[in-house]
């Protein structure tokens, strides 16, 4: 079984970490278990953790379990979830759903924040890691966008 340390070392949230700095952010971390469908963060809601998906995949979803429930895109094994609500708590704009059995990391930012006075290079290693991850999002949304504008702009003309 995987443990915290293991998942962490091999992510890239850790990359730039020691191995003591990552025994020391595993320590903070919690490991949770979602069966398939399970509901790990609630549209509308703010939560303060960071997820690392370990194994399985997690849906991100608009209006998870009512008729017009719209998949957005699914994060697989070593991608982060719950971004931009660690940061700043705000709350998300899509539920998180288990698609089969999923196994995520978890990291409270009040847990993260107790290491700036002891640790702050555990802590500046790791939201230089966020923001890179939140950088990905952005360019990969902007390509989105450019695709769909030249979709029915260019190719297709009028609707």
């Known amino acids: 079984m995987t443990t915290a340390y293991d998942a ?47 194994a399985g995949a997690l849906g991100v979803v608009r209006g998870a379990g009512t008729p017009g429930e719209v998949p957005l895109f699914a994060l697989v094994p070593g991608e982060t979830a719950g971004e931009l609500s660690f940061l700043d708590d705000s709350v998300h704009y899509a539920s998180f759903v288990a698609r089969g059995a999923t196994r995520v990391l978890g990291l409270e930012r009040a847990q993260l924040e107790s290491l700036i006075e002891r640790e702050p290079h555990i802590v500046y290693r790791v939201m230089r890691a966020i923001v890179r991850r939140v950088h990905q999002i952005q360019q990969r949304l902007s390509a989105q966008a450019a695709e769909l504008s030249n979709y029915i702009y260019k190719q297709h003309g009028r609707y």
């Open 8 to 54: 962490l070392r091999g992510s890239a949230l850790a990359a730039e970490l020691s191995d003591a700095q990552c025994r020391t952010l595993a320590a903070l971390t919690a490991l949770r278990d979602l069966a398939d469908g399970e509901v790990l963060v609630h549209e509308g809601r703010a939560d303060s953790r960071l997820y690392l998906v370990l």
